[in-house]
T-cell receptor
């Protein structure tokens, strides 16, 4: 069964460094999403992407964040200058229409 | 603005009990509602998806119902087992395609 994959599973970085989180969505899906979950808190929507552009973003998704689908298969989330509060689990998801399929997540630890 | 609430926040039951988890949402104009399971530090495992036109879905010992007009969904777990111990999340889509998650119910089934 097709699944969404994410790499790396765990990334440790120093404050101020740039990180890129990678996702491979399900191949025939049209919509792509990033969510994050700070430890002990609810899963929060960051951004949705459709037709090679951002379709919606939350207040969390400020200028430090960007997304890209560079080659038609990968979907990346870049954080330009990480802060301590960016430490969280980041989930990628994809959908054909409504039902979203989630990847296993990348745990980002900013020290 | 859609808000999703889950009650109770935590639940501890002896093995074998039937139990009900509740999810409520403020805007009844949803496309679908999905229940997930999350083990500590892990990703999201999809359990059941109920489309807006449906009233319930069943999978094994799990049954989820949806009452859009009252903004409620319940997840019924029959004959609970220690392996069911996890956090259960509900999420809804409305308006745009993003998921809005509840805060979860942390379930512990005692052997």
């Amino acid at each position: 069964e097709p699944e969404v994959t994410q790499t790396p599973s765990h990334q440790v970085t120093q404050m101020g460094q740039e990180v890129i989180l990678r996702c491979v969505p399900i191949s025939n899906h049209l919509y792509f999403y990033w969510y994050r979950q700070i430890l002990g808190q609810k899963v929060e929507f960051l951004v949705s992407f459709y037709n090679n552009e951002i379709s919606e973003k939350s207040e969390i998704f400020d200028d430090q964040f960007s997304v890209e689908r560079p080659d038609g298969s990968n979907f990346t989330l870049k954080i330009r200058s990480t802060k301590l509060e960016d430490s969280a689990m980041y989930f990628c998801a994809s959908s054909f229409v409504y039902e979203q399929y989630f990847g296993p997540g990348t745990r980002l630890t900013v020290t | 603005k859609q808000e999703v609430t889950q009650i109770p926040a935590a639940l501890s039951v002896p093995e074998g009990e039937n139990l009900v988890l509740n999810c409520s949402f403020t805007d009844s104009a949803i496309y679908n509602l999905q229940w997930f399971r999350q083990d500590p530090g892990k990703g999201l495992t999809s359990l059941l998806l109920i489309q807006s036109s449906q009233r319930e879905q069943t999978s094994g010992r799990l049954n989820a119902s949806l009452d859009k007009s009252s903004g409620r969904s319940t997840l019924y777990i029959a004959a609970s087992q220690p392996g069911d111990s996890a956090t259960y999340l509900c999420a809804v889509t409305s308006g745009t395609y993003k998921y809005i998650f509840g805060t979860g119910t942390r379930l512990k089934v005692l052997a």
